[in-house]
């Protein structure tokens, strides 16, 4: 019985070792971006479709928390990468490109000439790309669902929040009442450590300033998304006049909530 349950966990990892491996793979060097391609993902925009080669697994978890993939994603990568731009027609000559120190933009006839797609559907984009050219070289193969509309993991929060939200509200509170203290019992352990650290050395207040600064004031809780002791809160509030949306990062730790981070949705 564990011989056979090893065996059948050994062809399942070949699987989806094989699964993976088929939607993107080859080597591209590029305007300094030199990788083996690890993963691939494709997803709408309003001109078309981005196909993004990697030289790395795409994060999709980090990319769900806005609920869609788009350029910011594929930019928060850090590595080598290169992304082909196709428009709706089907026409191509333009390629985005990182080498995670720098990058851009760049558009040739001969790129054109190195794309052959065998798909290309709403749902679905599949072709090669091979480029030989003013030192530029590629030779890559992707057969990909084009993505855009992500879901999260775990379940929906109440409209308020549940007691994620309770975190988020209590952290925000205490920012726009000016109440340092209110602040502390928000923040989490290594937090708060480094808030009293703060104290001590006298620059707390200056860093409390920041914070009010750069916090939005009138937040409220639009819901939301759970997952064991994580939880991924939305919400919206005013920001220099304006009404501006968010993620806020939650996590559970000994029974109680509290707010990580942000970022803007």
């Known amino acids: ?22 939607a993107a793979k080859g080597t591209v060097a590029l305007k300094g971006a030199t990788f083996t391609v690890a993963d691939a993902v494709a997803y709408k925009t309003n001109d078309g479709v981005e196909v993004a080669l990697l030289p790395a697994p795409f994060d999709r978890k980090a990319a769900a928390k ?14 080598a990468h290169i992304t082909l731009r196709i428009d709706a027609d089907g026409s191509f000559s333009c390629i985005n490109y990182s080498t995670g120190a720098g990058g851009g933009s760049t558009c040739n006839s ?3 000439k190195g794309l052959s797609l065998t798909a ?20 890559v193969t992707f057969d ?3 993505e855009s ?9 109440p ?19 000016n109440d340092f203290k209110a602040l502390k019992a928000t923040a989490r352990p290594e937090q708060l450590a480094m808030i009293e650290a703060a104290e001590k050395s006298g620059e707390a207040k200056e860093m409390f300033k920041m914070m009010r600064e750069m916090s939005p004031r009138k937040v409220k809780v639009t819901g939301g998304t759970v997952d064991g002791d994580a939880a991924l809160v939305d919400f919206e509030g005013v920001e220099g006049g304006r009404t501006v949306k968010g993620i806020a990062e939650c996590v559970r730790i ?6 990580t981070g942000t970022s803007n949705r």
Do not use: C
């Not at 509309?149 to 929060?157: F, I, N, Q, W």
């Open 1 to 22: 019985m564990k011989k056979g349950y090893m065996l059948a966990a050994a062809v399942a990892s070949l699987l989806t070792a094989q699964t993976a491996w088929a």
């Open 66 to 79: 806005d609920l869609k993939i788009n350029d910011f994603d594929i930019m928060r990568i850090g590595k």
């Open 110 to 112: 001969d790129y054109a």
């Open 120 to 139: 290309r559907t709403p749902q679905r984009v599949a072709g090669t790309f091979r480029l030989k050219a003013d030192g530029d070289s590629a030779d």
């Open 144 to 146: 990909l669902p084009v």
């Open 149 to 157: 509309d992500v879901p999260r993991p775990g379940v929906a929060l």
């Open 159 to 177: 409209a308020d929040g549940g007691e994620p939200g309770a975190a988020v509200i209590a952290h925000f509170t205490a920012i726009e009442k």
């Open 254 to 259: 000994s029974g109680k909530w509290y707010m």
